[in-house]
């Protein structure tokens, strides 16, 4: 049985065992999650660390006489153990909620669809690694580099169901190759490898097409001073900022509870451009619909539409306690396979319209400086380079930002590119992450650097 | 689930193997939340695995379920041993058993003894803590929560290590946002989630939970009238609850030996640090002096030993300015030579361990907080920290805090919103000119510490006194 096969039989398992524990009053809703991933983290282009991991968790939430508890354990594989483990779980779920207090908010599962997605894969023989994944960088270490990262590989499922009757179920066999090329000089080239199918000429193709960057990353860097610069944001520049829709972001619990840095755009006191358009869009095929307690979003959500806000994320418990419509959201309310909408400038020609500035094909460790005003600070990273007339003259010390999102897509944002690229998600923790995002490039006029 | 992990070890590893090892994680956490007077969440939680590790060769192949059958772990085995078989081919280093001691040792979280309190118990707390919060109308949220854990890991090898170790863990924190028209301003209880700490019962001093609760809600409310930190350059005195993020950033980071040798360059970064800097390096002011100290009492990353079996102690990191050993596991130090800690550590049963930094202080000087004042003729408090960033070499930083005060002609004066400041790392802790004495000296610590590929997240704890630096840059924010 291959392994989403017998993923699957362990969810039909789990959730025969669950709902057949519940006594008549109470409900259930139930997450799962399983990977049986091999990791290969290597450094020099040689392996540091080499392993699988197979592990499957369940997440629950239990009502019953008005009082929710959740709940998580992970199933060990063995069919009967696991049954009784269950059992035991809604048990001990059913004892411990007695002593809690009412849930003000508790919005028992009702949904009742069923969906199933599956995508089968193709990925290199666990045996064959270091020549399908390594190997190939040797044309990077040969340009002076260091070949750097982490490959990923191997199923990955979701599902999720109630007792209200509703089943999902999502398996893909995916891999993620994020690696990088460091030059002596601090320098680097970051790019990542994510798919289905693999394909050894393509993942040989994509790491030659770096050397020419390498090579303009070798020249001696420059030293600029704080500023405002006219900068181009890479797709992947672009994509470290979308996470700030979700964290304190366009939830309509943070909105009501003043955790919202979007409160202003929310009320109509600031706007964005109007080139700057959001939605969470699933037809990116990345990431399944479903939420925890089994609702199915819809395919398309605009968040952001010419710069004014369209819609909040808002889950069903949200939706009681302020009177909201609900839309699916998961009960954490960010967003979900964001997509940024294209604009119609042509990304081939991002140098000759910089003109004179910094092309940031990377930025680091984003965060809130200023909440109320939505100014998010960071450091530019890897292949940031100056540009003069059009051409690229050297690489950059690395420079702080610290600017106004309402700013970066409002007044500052002179294009937005025709052309996006689907970043894929590559976090792992506790388990590996499925998603991504669709993200343009843009051009800033006047981008604020502070160190 | 009681096994013979020693006999298991033996039993499951695989021809071939020239060593052995097992690892076996069990996490339980409960959680409770009240918000606004009312119930908000509970959760409780089980995790547990076993992480088989085989060496081959030089190379160390793992495999990691979640089952202690011994059918399921010699499957595990055969698994790790083609991995090491694989990586063998192309090893970054070729390790050999010394970096897997044998040692045995049983340790566990000191606390005092008592029971804990039940979810029931802390949600009532919690919803009385959170309805008097709400006192201010200007008070839009409040929030108490709670998490507790123990997580218990046993490892043994075929060479004969045997490890159990129980770590007993109490977080708690309180939230109160207020409001007025569109400013916003938040204080918690020393930043997110820095109240998390070994022990039992008598971290919890509800009474006490109760004061500071209230007064982190009076605070949100005074910084709603409180004028903007002032941007200029001046003289800066942080708490111990900031220093935590101060020494967590801009120190532990830079000096983890396996940042050095590059590993996280395509992940968390690099830094700053070489490895020709360890004996030599002026990081600090001659007043600074870092600890690797796995043995003080609450804080949360004390152990016995680390996740590969070497025995923790405390080390002298930055001896009076000068960085003259780096946070090193005994990988890490095969790889570079240099000498270390114990510090290889993983964050459940399905990670592999890495160098992580653990409890990293700063060891108290000879000022009181009285002396440290007064010696600032124009400066500015910052306490709590609410936002983090620097550069992925760990020299150019932004941080920001809940909560400032100015200091004028050595007393400290009125309260100011938004306080931030930015600065270079070494050139930042070479301006320290003040370091308070074992009466400012606290304890802390986060659960959440991200690293490593596979993405980990950890326990560190930071303990501090109160510091003082020359000529920082300070700014607030533009409402």
Not at chain 1, 16 to 34: P, Q, R, W
Not at chain 2, 29 to 51: S, T
């Amino acid at each position: 049985m291959s392994a989403k096969k017998d993923m699957e039989a362990r969810f039909g398992r789990a959730c025969d065992a669950l709902f057949g524990a519940l006594k008549g009053g109470e409900a259930l809703a139930v997450e799962f999650g399983g990977e049986d991933s091999t990791f290969l983290r290597f450094n020099h282009g040689k392996v540091r660390q080499l392993g699988s991991v197979e592990r499957v968790d369940l997440s629950l939430r239990f009502y019953a006489n008005g009082r929710t508890l959740g709940s998580g354990a992970n199933l060990s594989g063995d069919a009967d153990a696991d049954a009784k483990a269950c059992a035991d779980l809604v048990a001990k779920l059913r004892e411990r909620a007695a002593l809690l207090p009412e849930d003000p908010y508790q919005v028992l599962p009702a949904a009742t669809g069923n969906s199933r997605e599956e995508f089968s894969g193709r990925m290199p023989d666990a045996s064959r690694l270091v020549e399908e994944v390594l190997e190939p960088g040797d044309a990077l270490e040969r340009a002076g580099a260091d070949f750097v990262g982490l490959h990923a590989q191997g199923p990955v499922c979701r599902g999720a169901a109630a007792s209200s009757g509703a089943r999902h179920w999502f398996a893909t066999e995916i891999f993620a190759t994020d690696w990088s090329a460091c030059l002596p000089n601090g320098k680097a080239v970051k790019s990542c490898y994510a798919g289905r199918e693999w394909d050894g000429a393509e993942w040989r193709r994509q790491l030659t097409a770096e050397l020419p960057r390498l090579e303009a990353l070798n020249r001696p860097e420059r030293i600029l001073p704080p500023g405002a610069y006219r900068v181009w944001l890479s797709p992947d520049a672009v994509d470290a900022f979308v996470p700030f829709f979700s964290r304190m972001g366009l939830s309509e619990r943070a909105y009501r509870e003043g955790s919202s840095a979007w409160a202003a755009l929310r009320d109509g006191r600031k706007t964005l451009a109007a080139k700057f358009s959001l939605a969470q869009d699933f037809s990116l095929g990345a990431e399944p619909r479903f939420n925890e307690l089994g609702e199915l979003a819809p395919e398309r959500l605009s968040l952001v539409e010419a710069g004014k806000f369209a819609n909040a994320i808002v889950s069903s418990r949200s939706a009681k306690q302020y009177g909201a419509v609900p839309n699916a959201a998961p009960d954490w309310e960010g967003v979900r396979s964001p997509s940024v909408a294209p604009g119609d400038f042509d990304d081939g020609k991002a140098l000759e319209a910089l003109g004179t500035g910094l092309y940031v094909s990377n930025v680091h460790y984003l965060n809130w400086s200023d909440f109320d005003s939505a100014r998010v600070t960071g450091m530019t990273r890897f292949a940031c380079v100056w540009v003069e007339d059009g051409k690229i003259v050297s690489p950059i010390k690395d420079l702080r930002f610290d600017e106004s999102l309402y700013r970066l897509w409002g007044d500052k944002l002179e294009a937005v590119g025709r052309r996006r690229s689907f970043i894929a998600e590559t976090g792992s923790y506790v388990s590996r992450d499925l998603g991504g995002s669709l993200v343009p490039g843009m051009l800033i006029d006047g981008m604020t650097f502070t160190l | 689930m009681s096994v013979n992990l020693k006999q298991l070890a033996g039993e499951i590893a695989p021809p071939g193997a020239e060593w052995c090892g097992l690892r076996r994680v069990r996490l339980s956490a409960r959680a409770v939340q009240a918000k606004d007077g009312r119930f908000d969440l509970a959760y409780d939680y089980v995790d547990e695995g076993c992480m088989v590790e085989v060496l081959y060769r030089g190379q160390f192949g793992y495999a990691a379920v979640a089952s202690l059958d011994s059918g399921a772990l010699s499957r595990a085995a055969l698994r790790a041993l083609e991995l090491a078989r694989v990586g063998s081919a192309r090893p970054v280093h070729a390790f050999d058993r010394s970096v897997r001691p044998d040692t045995v040792v049983k340790w566990e979280t000191r606390r005092a003894p008592g029971r804990l309190p039940g979810s029931d118990e802390l949600c009532a707390f919690a919803i009385d803590a959170t309805r008097a919060m709400r006192s201010s109308e200007k008070i839009v949220r409040s929030d108490f929560l709670f998490e507790l854990r123990d997580e218990e890991m046993e490892y043994a090898s075929t060479s004969g290590a045997a490890i159990a170790q129980l770590k007993h863990v109490i977080g708690y924190n309180a939230t109160a946002v207020a409001r007025e028209g569109s400013l916003t301003q938040r204080r918690t209880l020393n930043g997110p989630r820095g109240r998390t700490l070994q022990g039992g019962a008598e971290l919890l001093d509800f009474p006490a939970m109760k004061d500071e609760a209230l007064m982190a809600a009076a605070q949100a409310v005074e910084l709603l009238s409180a004028p903007e930190c002032p941007s200029d350059r001046r003289d800066l005195v942080l708490a111990p609850d900031q220093m935590m993020l101060q020494i967590h950033e801009s120190v532990g980071h830079p000096i983890e030996l396996d940042r050095i040798l590059g590993d996280e360059r395509n992940f968390a970064g690099s830094s700053f640090v070489r490895l020709e800097d360890l004996g030599t390096l002026r990081y600090g002011s001659e007043l600074m002096n870092i600890s690797f100290d796995p043995g003080v009492e609450s804080e949360p990353a004390s152990y016995a030993a680390d996740d590969i079996g070497n025995p923790a102690r405390k080390e002298l990191l930055i001896d009076k300015g000068i960085l003259v050993r780096a946070l090193g596991s005994l990988e890490s130090q095969a790889r570079s030579g240099k000498a270390g800690v114990a510090n290889q550590r993983a964050q459940l049963w399905f990670r592999a361990p890495i160098d992580r930094m653990a409890n990293l202080n700063l060891e108290p000087g000879a000022s009181s907080l009285d002396e440290i004042i007064g010696s600032v003729e124009k400066g500015v408090w910052m306490e709590a920290n609410r936002s983090w960033s620097i550069d992925d070499y760990r020299n150019k930083f932004q941080f920001g805090c809940e909560y400032g005060r100015l200091i004028e002609n050595g007393k400290l004066g009125k309260v100011v919103r938004n306080p931030n400041y930015r600065g270079v790392s070494s050139g930042f802790w070479r301006s320290l000119f003040k370091v308070g004495d074992a009466s400012t000296f606290r304890v802390y610590g986060t659960p959440n510490c991200g690293k490593g590929e596979p993405n980990q997240v950890i326990d560190v704890g930071h303990a501090s006194p109160v510091c003082a630096f020359r000529d920082v840059e300070v700014f607030g924010g533009e409402a």
